[in-house]
């Protein structure tokens, strides 16, 4: 068959493909067998040549048998492509073909399936086309070991039901809390009387009564009667507040006006869920006294936008949830090789070429797709930025809910969206015979021939530490968003230059390296580049009053100890204010983050295990998120012990029990260590997360557990050196957390801000005694099941209580809303 042009051939749209796992395990080995099956619906063929299918994956998806009819060929970061051999005849319309594949690993979760297929025809090798529907389809045998309802169920069963009115109704735990018997009714009556001090933080209040009451209360400077009053009292610390309610008023007494917006904050979620739901002329609170402070002065979330783009109106939505439970920082990852998101408008590239995402075979106009984001630029969430416009709104808005907001500037790896955004900047002005200028601001020698391979399979993501232009750079790009700060006014201590990732092999033939090594004693090989590189980024930093803040590695040395390579804390700079990210505490590094405190960085505690928020909740199919740090439900925020996570750390990364020995020898948290642990931050990574639903889906509900541990004293349970006791005191506090989020704060948030979309839990069942019993991991919800085979909705049958009927029964949790979560089959015989 010959290659077809024009109406003769396929339309893309005609092409249907189906990949489905054949075998896990396949050979007895770590890899999987899979197979995609290409359907032709058209009237066309698709030609035996003069074509590839592109599609994101992992690297190692490789055809299983030699004489196959395709091959796959790895073009950079997860993009692949599908190319016919020599024995591929075409696809005739109507015809399917079996292409068998292999790829390393297990498919533990449809996230690892291959996705974002599109055609190109070699005749018009610039242009992707989107193909018809591609269907992933489950695995019908459990070789994983995906998690079974009866284990949900056991999880579950040490959670008790706390009757609504017996729960703490100020959330995160507050340092003091007691209900005096009284109550305070609310109506927009009801003015807001405040010091000056606080006029800032009265107007955000009575914005907020306004969407209780539908009008807003006044705001007054004095006044006697019924009243919300925000008082100033000197003395008190930084976030410290005090909160009062009884039948004649509300009294909010702070120092400053953080400690002031905090209290208010409490008042939030001290009344009554329902209040959101329905405009309400009046709202009961309960009389409470409450003094209360942070445990952690940094409460942080990091934000990633970089691998998919999320809009200015969901970060301000993000904001808002964040202020509501205390959380005071937001760590924002701005760039990295999938994107750069915020407008420098005196490098207009950055965002012209690097924050646009589609087909390319140069990333001259864009950069080419990555995590499926698919071949037409702007139609994905793979493309977007924030114009300066907007960050200085985001900043404002963040500023004013007592928020800071540290941006992240990803160097010197994970930086191919800046690098080819200024290697197009050079191009232009080569073109235009202004070489100086074409060179001002290079992030790669032109003459490197460096081989590497980055943990996600980049091949040019590595800024070159070497060229004076990459300082002319970071500090061009420093200089513009500290001026859109200046402008808001919006307190910037830091800038997080990243520093995570760099691969082997990197800057070993660059000729501007090779200057740099002949020029300074102190750099003998490309490993102390590193100290070189962060050493004249900490004195830009300095010169502008800022500190570095960065990943665990910036505070890191390569040395040779009994003739092994391994990783140090590095004393050059220990004393110099460094604020590091320490997220690795897997395998050898499990104590590292104690390690850099001990040596005296300043440490917040990002530990992969309990509070990444992009892994998965569960082990199981349907379940989306990563899983290579382990998985990571509702529980696992919430039981971090910040001084002594190695006591808490119950599970490995296949959700196994962990085998104490691992921490034989580890280095434990000194109390000057302690000193230098700042605080707590959760990260989303974004690989997975393409839509604002998806991000509070993968936010919501963990976040809070995160929120609980950062602001909240030190409980019982983390303390008590008996196991059978702090065993105890965790299971009663764990049910009290996960009673309040199921009964108070996620009802909440079915209104707050617009409403989350946070996630519903799976319910736990199994057969006992003849008869299906279930429950639930968030008392409040309810359980709807059916005997007919149909999947449970809104209106089929609540589960009260075991269910004696034979046959397959399934059940589901299901909200008010009729949101669900994942259906449970289990079979009464």
């Not at 976030?239 to 004649?248: F, G, K, S």
């Not at 907001?405 to 080819?420: F, L, N, Q």
């Not at 809070?704 to 983390?718: I, K, M, S």
């Amino acid at each position: 068959m010959q290659a077809q042009t024009g109406a003769n051939r396929l339309n893309p749209k005609d092409l249907n493909l189906t990949w489905e796992v054949v075998e896990e395990g396949y050979q007895n080995k770590n890899q999987t067998h899979s197979a995609l099956t290409l359907q032709n619906t058209g009237q066309n063929p698709l030609p035996a040549t003069g074509w590839s299918l592109y599609f994101h994956g992992s690297p190692s998806f490789k055809t299983k048998d030699t004489n196959a009819p395709v091959k796959i060929e790895h073009v950079n970061g997860d993009l692949l492509r599908i190319v016919p051999t020599a024995s591929f005849s075409g696809l005739s319309a109507g015809s399917t073909k079996r292409v068998e594949l292999v790829s390393a690993g297990q498919m533990v979760n449809e996230s690892r399936a291959p996705e974002g297929f599109y055609l190109v025809w070699n005749d018009n090798p610039a242009k992707g086309y989107t193909i018809g529907s591609v269907v992933n389809k489950k695995p019908t045998q459990n070789k994983i070991g995906w998690i079974a309802s009866g284990e949900i169920y056991e999880q579950n069963k040490v959670i008790k039901d706390i009757p609504v009115e017996k729960l703490t109704k100020v959330f995160p735990t507050p340092s003091q809390y007691s209900e005096n018997g009284q109550r305070f009714t609310l109506t927009s009556a009801v003015p807001v009387i405040a010091d000056n001090a606080f006029t800032n933080e009265a107007a955000l209040l009575t914005e907020y009564l306004s969407t209780v009451f539908g009008q807003k209360p006044a705001v007054k400077t004095s006044g006697t009667g019924k009243a919300i009053r925000l008082q100033q009292k000197q003395g008190m610390g930084e976030e410290a507040y005090e909160l009062q309610v009884t039948p004649q008023q509300v009294v909010i007494t702070a120092s400053t006006p953080a400690g002031i917006f905090y209290g208010i904050q409490s008042l939030k979620t001290l009344m009554p869920p329902s209040a959101l739901a329905t405009k309400q002329s009046s709202v009961t609170l309960t009389g409470v006294n409450v003094k209360d402070a942070p445990r952690f002065g940094h409460r942080a979330f990091m934000m990633d936008v970089a691998r998919n783009f999320q809009q200015k109106e969901e970060v301000l939505k993000v904001l808002d949830l964040m202020a509501l439970y205390k959380l005071n920082v937001l760590h924002f990852h701005l760039n990295d090789d999938e994107g750069w998101r915020l407008e420098i408008p005196a490098l207009p590239e950055l965002t012209q070429i690097g924050s646009r995402r589609g087909h390319t075979s140069d990333d001259s106009q864009n950069l080419q797709p990555s995590l499926g984001s698919g071949p037409d630029v702007d139609a994905s969430s793979g493309s977007g930025y924030y114009s300066k416009a907007d960050y200085v709104e985001i900043l404002r808005y963040a500023n004013a809910r007592h928020i800071k907001v540290i941006p992240e500037i990803e160097t010197p790896g994970h930086a191919r969206a800046a690098i080819k955004a200024m290697d197009a900047r050079y191009e232009r002005l080569m073109k235009e015979g202004k070489q100086a200028e074409a060179e001002k601001y290079l992030l790669r020698d032109l003459k490197d021939k460096s081989v590497y391979r980055s943990v996600q399979n980049w091949n040019d993501n590595v800024i070159d530490v070497a060229l004076p232009s990459t300082y002319t750079f970071l500090e061009k790009v420093t200089d513009e968003i500290l001026a859109m700060y200046k402008e808001v006014g919006a307190p910037i201590e830091t800038i997080h230059f990243g520093g995570d990732e760099v691969p082997p092999g990197v800057w070993e033939k660059s000729p501007a390296v090779q200057k740099v090594m002949a020029s300074n004693s102190n750099v003998k090989n490309t490993d102390d580049l590193w100290y070189y590189f962060f050493g004249k980024i900490n004195d830009m930093l300095k010169e502008r009053n800022l500190y570095l803040s960065g990943w665990e590695e910036i505070g890191m040395r390569k040395v040779k100890q009994n003739g092994k390579t391994t990783y140090i804390a590095n004393p050059d700079f220990a004393n110099e204010n460094f604020h590091v990210d320490v997220w690795n505490n897997l395998g050898s590094n499990i104590d590292l983050a104690y390690r850099l405190a001990n040596a005296g960085y300043k440490v917040v505690l990002t530990n992969v295990t309990n509070m990444y928020l992009d892994l998965a909740y569960q082990k199981a199919y349907e379940e989306p998120g990563l899983n290579w740090g382990g998985f990571l439900d509702v529980d696992k925020p919430f039981y971090f012990i910040p001084y002594d996570y190695m006591k808490n750390m119950k599970v490995d990364t296949e959700n196994k029990p962990i085998n104490r020995n691992a921490f034989a020898g580890k280095e434990r948290l000194t109390e000057a260590g302690k000193k230098n642990i700042v605080g707590l931050q959760a990260p989303l990574w974004s690989e997975t997360v393409r839509t604002p639903e998806r991000l509070e889906y993968m936010l919501l509900p963990k976040l809070l557990g995160l929120a609980e541990r950062a602001w909240a004293p030190d409980p019982v349970w983390a303390t008590e050196a008996d196991a059978g006791k702090s065993e105890t005191a965790y299971n009663e506090a764990w049910s009290e957390f996960v009673n309040i989020l199921g009964k108070r704060e996620l009802p909440r948030l079915n209104h707050y801000a617009g409403g989350f979309n946070y996630r519903i839990p799976t319910a736990g069942a199994k057969v006992e005694n003849g008869k299906v019993v279930a429950n639930v991991q968030l008392p409040g919800m309810e359980v709807r099941y059916t005997t007919d085979g149909a999947d449970p909705t809104l209106s089929s049958k609540l589960y009260t209580g075991p269910i004696s009927e034979k046959g397959t029964v399934k059940l589901r949790i299901i909200d008010s809303t009729g949101r669900a979560g994942r259906v449970t089959t289990v079979e009464n015989k």
